[in-house]
């Protein structure tokens, strides 16, 4: 049985757009599974007493419907996989007044000694632990449902392909961290590698000529329905890194973007992501085919997919 977390959209929480950032989603997300874990009767702070930590080790998002300031939305964190080294949840968020879901996604974690940082196994090192998440893994497959929220938990387990961000259509921009981008552990919270892909993003789209302000010129929207981050290494508090961003490939009215972020200094690999952008037609035009309305940009996408 899923832990159904309830929140009130704020209003810090919306964009220019006036729906809520997609970064704020892969929060409730989190506000989900801190409550699923009150809920089973060992929080976080518990866990972190006894020497755990349970970092996000890979987070997905498919977006359905726009969410706005002052909805109410439940948000139902499930375990989909357990084996008590990592663990995998799903999430669905779900409009209170009308039903309709507004967004699904999955989080992938994995159990660490919290000085070593380590990997360790729950049955061997905390073996009743181990058995309140076990208990509460095989209670939430006791439903027998493979439906979409599943199916983005099997992609979480998914390696990123690799890409070649030395094109010269690969774009790069450089972020020194902020401390309100931490978290208590002092290192960058896993959200916030969301919206450093929108940084390189927003730099893409100036590149190739698709900024939000010439896609209403065109009318057009180009919205992001999908979203995926590993987090290869953690960042600190005034580390600079350099977030990379390039065309991955173009399918129909889907514009696919992958990114990779640096440690400016070192060089070594933080995080691989990639995003999803479904062209509309402004006018709501269900008809509307982005290679026959707008044949050149089309072409010119497929050609910096193909670098």
């Known amino acids: 049985m899923a832990s159904n977390w309830k929140h009130l959209v704020q209003y810090y929480e919306t964009d220019l757009a006036g729906i809520v950032h997609h970064s704020n989603y892969v929060r409730w997300f989190e506000e989900a599974r801190t409550w699923m874990m009150s809920d089973m009767g060992y929080d ?12 996000v080790l890979a987070i997905t998002a498919q977006y359905k419907r726009m969410t706005r300031f002052g909805e109410t939305v439940t948000i139902a964190a499930k375990v989909e996989q357990f084996n008590g080294v990592t663990m995998t949840l799903s999430y669905e968020v779900t409009d209170v007044a009308t039903g309709k879901v507004k967004a699904i ?6 159990f660490l000694d919290k000085e070593s940082y380590r990997p360790i196994a729950l049955k061997r090192s905390l073996p009743a632990v181990h058995d309140i998440f076990a208990a509460r893994f095989e209670t939430d497959q006791t439903d027998g449902k493979d439906g979409d929220s599943i199916k983005s938990t099997r992609r979480a387990r998914q390696s990123i392909p690799e890409f070649d961000f030395t094109t010269p259509s690969s774009v790069s921009t450089l972020h020194k961290v902020q401390v309100y981008e931490t978290d208590q552990m002092a290192i960058v919270h896993h959200s916030n590698f969301i919206r450093l892909f929108e940084e390189a993003r927003t730099e893409l789209m100036a ?7 010439e896609q209403a010129e065109l009318g057009v929207l180009a919205a992001l329905v999908k979203l995926r981050a590993d987090y290869k290494t953690m960042i600190r508090f005034g580390e600079s890194v350099t977030i990379q961003a390039k065309i991955s490939g173009v399918e129909g009215n889907q514009i696919h973007i992958a990114y990779q972020i640096l440690d400016l200094a070192s060089g070594e690999l933080r ?3 990639q995003t999803t952008l479904q062209a509309i037609d402004l006018g709501g035009d269900r008809s509307f085919k982005l290679a026959d309305a707008l044949p050149d940009l089309y072409a010119k996408l497929e050609a910096l997919a193909a670098e």
Do not use: C, Q, W
């Open 271 to 273: 995080s691989v992501g």
């Open 207 to 213: 590149h190739i000529g698709f900024t939000e302000k």
């Open 44 to 55: 976080y702070a518990k866990m972190e007493a006894d020497g755990v930590l349970v970092p």
């Open 105 to 110: 996604g999955s989080s992938m974690h994995a």
